[in-house]
């Protein structure tokens, strides 16, 4: 039986701990980047999109009430054009 020579079994330790780094580097460089873009977005203040969604959907609820009240102004003035009221 032959034995693997020294060098090989050093080889394949450097190797391991050489990926080792690596994979520790790139988690490190992806939870710096992930930090330096969080960072950018609170400087430009922008609004998540959740908040917006609701935000618009309050703004089309109030479109909608500003409508119907129209609507029913106008009705009113109406009415009472016909009763003779003040104009």
Known sequence: M???PKIFDDLAG???GAISVLAG???EMASMTKARVEEALRRLDLVRRE???AMAELA???K???D???QRLAALEE???KEGGPA
């Open 79 to 81: 009415a009472s054009k």
């Open 14 to 16: 450097v190797a391991g």
């Open 60 to 62: 089309r609820r109030a």
């Open 25 to 27: 580097l790139r988690e």
């Open 51 to 53: 908040e917006f969604e």
């Open 2 to 4: 032959t034995d693997r």
């Open 68 to 70: 119907a009240l129209e």
């Open 64 to 66: 909608m009430q500003a």
